[in-house]
């Protein structure tokens, strides 16, 4: 049954019931519960003002590098060259299927990248040992911007985007990744530029001709935390949330 969001389906039921020799114009209990929980399917990620619910990579808690005010999680490179503890940022939580959403804005000659499914257990040395990427990058200042499978919205350094759909550098632009039942989708802002099948021969033989090949666990787990880079560059995010598939 295709789910509505709650005031329109809350309407839809009630004029459902008008008229002569219909039904009372009033939504049961189990409906109700239904649409509300269908609405709360989605997780904040961000509360828009501090760092609940991340910590850094192999960390108690997140780098100092790492800022939240106003609605933006931002990584400040400038105070990371001071001095201050950066590091890869990741959820606390770990997720298997998921639909994960994403607003975000790169610095001028910019790299950053969004991982899933990394393992944070002390067994490896950084996200990128376990979890695919999705890239995050300035495509025209950046020497990553000349290779192939490089570039914003590829799977990185594996799957070249199927279309070019980054907005220029300083513009927000809205990130997908999806997982379910063995199947990868990535979307950028609204365009799908990677969907493959996780896990099988045809991607265990892509992974070893990839530069990933050296860690053999890389890829292989099903289930564990997202994971936003610190590159050394400034990265701006905002409403992130996931829904477990």
């Known amino acids: 049954m295709r789910k509505l969001p709650l005031s329109l389906a809350l309407g839809s039921l009630l004029v459902w019931g008008c008229g002569p020799g219909t039904q009372e114009n009033t939504a049961s209990d189990e409906q109700i519960e239904e649409i509300i929980v269908t609405e709360e399917e989605w997780i904040?990620?961000?509360?828009?003002?501090?760092?609940?619910?991340?910590?850094?990579?192999?960390?108690?808690?997140?780098?100092?590098?790492?800022?939240?005010?106003?609605?933006?999680?931002?990584?400040n490179s400038e105070k990371k060259k001071e001095g201050a503890t950066g590091g890869d940022l990741v959820t606390r939580d770990t997720y298997e299927d998921f639909h994960f959403q994403i607003e975000w804005k790169i610095s001028e000659n910019g790299n950053s990248g969004i991982m899933f499914h990394v393992q944070d257990n002390g067994n490896y040395g950084a996200p990128y040992h376990t979890g695919p990427e999705y890239q995050l990058l300035d495509n025209d200042g950046h020497r990553d911007g000349q290779i192939v499978t490089h570039r914003t919205g590829d799977l990185y350094d594996l799957i070249e985007s199927s279309e070019e759909a980054a907005k220029p550098v300083g513009e927000w632009n809205l990130t997908e990744i999806k997982v379910q039942d063995?199947?990868?989708?990535?979307?950028?802002?609204?365009?799908?530029?990677?969907?493959?099948t996780l896990w099988d021969d045809a991607w265990k033989a892509m992974v070893a001709d990839s530069k990933f090949?050296?860690?053999?666990?890389?890829?292989?787990?099903?289930?564990?935390?997202?994971?936003?880079?610190?590159?050394?560059?400034?990265?701006?995010?905002?409403?992130?949330?996931?829904?477990?598939?």
């Open 213 to 245: 090949k050296q860690w053999e666990d890389f890829a292989t787990f099903k289930e564990g935390k997202i994971a936003l880079q610190d590159h050394n560059d400034d990265v701006w995010f905002r409403n992130i949330r996931i829904k477990r598939l």
């Open 44 to 75: 904040s990620l961000f509360d828009g003002n501090s760092l609940t619910g991340w910590t850094g990579y192999g960390k108690d808690q997140p780098g100092e590098a790492w800022e939240a005010a106003d609605g933006v999680l931002y990584f």
């Open 182 to 196: 063995g199947q990868l989708q990535f979307f950028l802002n609204g365009v799908k530029t990677v969907e493959t």
